[in-house]
């Protein structure tokens, strides 16, 4: 690494990184709702055959281009692919990045108000109605959620200014831990509710009649989002991991630990939903609905939902950090901005646009772009467009254009570790993982 590039200091730091990024609302808030809206456990299922098929070599190929060149994105195809267009990447990845932060900020805004909330205890004996009210009036209020979401786009901006090691590893290393011991605590006091097994067996015995083409077109958004892949997220970060660090182990745990923590968001939620009589269709509201219930039925419930939304709020600013990285990275190298004002930059854009987000559940409700909300609308283009999109030019790209050597040593760090899957994993990205992408595209649009 160039002495003047910033870079993470330590393994369990890069990783922590990695995983913060990963892991975020998309397990927490998101795995939940998209689960009881699509047949529980076939979703489930569709899902992993998503993370082992797609996630896994797309995300060893955004590490290894990323590493190789110690780049942004736009600088990594340039180097790469010279004169060719494929520094336009770039533009996808800024996309994806503003496109999701926009109501990210949103989510995570409410989630800041639950902190409050909870801290306020003002859940305390309020039954399932009075707690849905308590929410829909919350989300619509155009004040409260608009400052929050600020606040948290504030506090995001800050940790992306002190950098990768100061300010992005530090972070994330304490923050990571802490989330996994309160969200196994909360799947271990789930299960134990009266009348969880109705949500175990809705989470884990697949339903199959519920699957439609939309809902295999669902389990593949989920998981490009909760991996945080084709963002060009995972490159700009492979850029900032040790060239003594492996890579394939590296996607290997970063994808167990997502993935885990999101069947534990499942095993903490639907029980509750099912004891509680709270339909599993709910929507983005699922979680703030829900959890509150239990926390009151839980000895000391209030102390129960400060840690969670503070551990939501964490979840949310390590995948936020990691989103605004991208385009501040770029910003930095490739515009000679300070980091400063990049991520001033950054961070109002995405302030802008995360505005209409964040109203689409109040002002803007009626305005709808084919039929979405700007919510909607952003989440739609994010997870089921721009991502997989940038999916398959990733396997595209280190399947066909780049040259196999080079993948090889990198990801072999110049030969020293042996890679067993090797061909399978060019096969996947160069047949196997396209195809799913692009059939699913044309299913989902009615095409096939
Ligand atoms: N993976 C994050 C989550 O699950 C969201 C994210 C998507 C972050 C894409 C970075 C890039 O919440």
Redesign the pocket.
């Given at each position: 690494m160039s002495e003047l590039r910033d870079g993470f200091g330590s393994k369990f730091g890069a990783l922590a990184a990695l995983a913060g990024?990963?892991?975020?609302?998309?397990?927490i808030w998101?795995f939940p709702y998209e689960a009881g809206n699509n047949g529980g456990g076939a979703f489930l299922l569709i899902y992993i055959a998503f993370i082992v098929f797609l996630g896994i070599p797309v995300m060893m190929s955004e590490f290894a281009l990323g590493r190789a060149t110690q780049q942004n994105v736009f600088g990594t195809f340039k180097i790469l692919a010279p004169k060719t267009k494929w520094y336009l990447f770039s533009i996808l990845a800024i996309a994806?990045?503003i496109a999701?932060m926009a109501f990210?900020g949103t989510v995570s805004g409410w989630t800041m108000e639950y902190v409050w909330l909870s801290l306020k205890d003002s859940f305390a004996g309020k039954n399932e109605q009075e707690l849905a009210l308590l929410f829909h009036e919350f989300i619509a209020d155009p004040y409260r959620t608009i400052a929050w979401q600020m606040g948290f786009l504030f506090i995001s901006g800050l940790i992306v200014v002190a950098g990768i090691k100061n300010g992005i590893e530090r972070s994330t290393k304490i923050m990571m831990p802490v989330l996994f011991i309160i969200i196994i605590l909360l799947g271990i006091r789930a299960c134990t509710l009266p009348g969880s097994g109705e949500g175990l067996k809705f989470l884990f015995y697949p339903k199959f009649s519920d699957v439609t083409a939309n809902s295999i077109l669902s389990a593949m958004g989920q998981a490009?989002?909760?991996?945080?892949?084709g963002?060009g997220?995972l490159l700009t970060y492979g850029s900032y991991v040790s060239k003594r660090n492996n890579l394939t182990q590296m996607s290997m745990q970063v994808i167990a630990a997502?993935t885990a923590i999101a069947i534990l968001a499942g095993v903490a939620i639907l029980p509750a939903v099912f004891a509680f009589n709270i339909d599993p269709a709910s929507g983005p509201g699922l979680v703030f609905m829900t959890l509150p219930r239990i926390f009151q039925s839980l000895p000391f419930g209030q102390l129960w939902a400060i840690s969670f939304f503070i551990l939501l709020t964490f979840?949310?600013l390590t995948?936020a950090i990691?989103?605004i990285e991208v385009i501040v990275a770029y910003l930095v190298e490739e515009r000679k901005m300070s980091r400063a004002y990049a991520t001033v930059l950054t961070v109002g854009c995405i302030a802008i646009l995360g505005i209409l987000a964040t109203l689409s559940f109040g002002e803007l409700k009626h305005v709808t772009i084919f039929g979405l909300t700007f919510f909607d609308l952003f989440d739609f283009l994010?997870g089921k467009i721009i991502?997989p999109i940038g999916g398959i030019l990733i396997c595209y790209f280190t399947g066909w254009y780049w040259d196999q050597r080079i993948l090889k040593n990198e990801l072999s760090n110049n030969g020293t570790i042996r890679l067993r899957f090797f061909k399978l994993y060019i096969f996947i990205l160069r047949y196997l993982a396209p195809l799913l992408i692009f059939i699913i595209f044309l299913g989902s649009l009615g095409i096939i």
């Open positions: 990024s990963a892991i975020g609302l998309g397990n998101k994806a990045s999701i990210y490009f989002f909760s991996l945080s892949l963002s997220v997502d979840a949310a995948s990691s989103l994010s991502l």
